[in-house]
């Protein structure tokens, strides 16, 4: 095997190691050396292949991100409505944000970052690896955007940017959704707490997409 083809196995070992690690501890939990010792290496032979670890994140991203645009594509029903579209779509994010609590966690950990600072800490290569997933998958919901709008349901200036606008709303719910407590004022005054019920709060998103497409000019 030549040096380039052990290398690109090694680092596809790595990834693999990084993902499974988030499964099933969280990204929090997941350190470095657990994912070294799950491959077998030292941790300085992570840092051979990756600048750091928001680099390992935004490549362990891209494959949460190829595995959500398969799903997207086969929720979205082009023979529908694009409200009813736009739903299966947010439905369909939602239930794969709240299997994998990871995926919503890692996708976070960058967004913490600015823009600037991501690209000082990410290679080239990586960011556009990144960028071509993300794109992937916000393409699914743009194009129902472009179809509400010419079928003169949606209101919409700029799709990419609603796009986007939907895929953060989306990861922040989520947070919520997987801290499972909200809090509202009880009749004494004092802060309760509740859980949250995901099926309500999946539909009341579904719903808020809806509207914010259909928003004024």
Known sequence: MAVSERRA???REILEATRALFDERGVRDAQIEDIAQAVGINRAIIYRHFSGKEELFAETL??????????????DDTDAAPDARLGYLTTEFFDFGARLPAFVDCAQALLRRRGDELLEEVSEAVMISLGTAMTACLSH?????QDGVEAGEFVVRDPDL?????????????????LQLTVRKHNAGLPVTDSVPFDEVKSLMSVAAVAMARGRS
Not at 62 to 72: A, D, M, N, P, R
Not at 141 to 145: A, H, K, N, Q, Y
Not at 162 to 178: C, E, K
Request: hydrophobic share 55%; glycine share 6%.
């Open 9 to 11: 196995e090694r680092k």
């Open 62 to 75: 891209v494959s949460y991100l190829e595995e959500l645009e398969g799903l997207l594509a086969q929720a």
């Open 141 to 145: 919901v743009v194009r129902i955007l």
């Open 162 to 178: 609603l796009a986007n606008i939907f895929y953060t709303q989306a990861l922040g719910v989520l947070n919520l959704v997987n």
